[in-house]
Nanobody, 113 residues
Framework: VQLQASGGGLVQPGGSLRLSCAAS???????VGWNRQAPGKQRELVAV???????NYADSVKGRFAISRDNANHTVYLQMNSLKPEDTAVYYC?????????WGQGTLVTVSS
């Protein structure tokens, strides 16, 4: 499985961004998650969506972020609204498969005025 993450950038506090994670390969994917890592902090799981469509979110982003998927295009999205400076981080998507986890490259999100 190869994952291509995109959509990061610079946004003002209160703004929105949508991240995309495009998957390719023939391995069945159980779930896809978005993690983030801010400078000097541990990596944090932000949101996950299973093959059945169930979602789960970190408390810090509940009500602001939404994870979704487009099966036809093999893409998972992370819609991020009401962004805060503390959301600044490198965001990674990861696919959970029967052969283990596969990580995409990170995409930088910077929330600053």
């Amino acid at each position: 499985v190869q994952l291509q993450a995109s959509g990061g950038g610079l946004v003002q506090p209160g703004g929105s961004l949508r991240l995309s994670c495009a998957a390719s390969g023939s391995i069945s994917i159980n779930a896809v998650g978005w993690n983030r890592q801010a400078p000097g902090k541990q990596r944090e799981l932000v949101a996950v969506i299973t093959s059945a469509g169930r979602t789960n979110y970190a408390d810090s982003v509940k009500g602001r972020f939404a994870i979704s998927r487009d099966n036809a295009n093999h893409t998972v999205y992370l819609q991020m609204n009401s962004l805060k400076p503390e959301d600044t981080a490198v965001y990674y998507c990861v696919a959970d498969t029967q052969l283990g986890n596969y990580w995409g490259q990170g995409t930088l999100v910077t929330v600053s005025s």
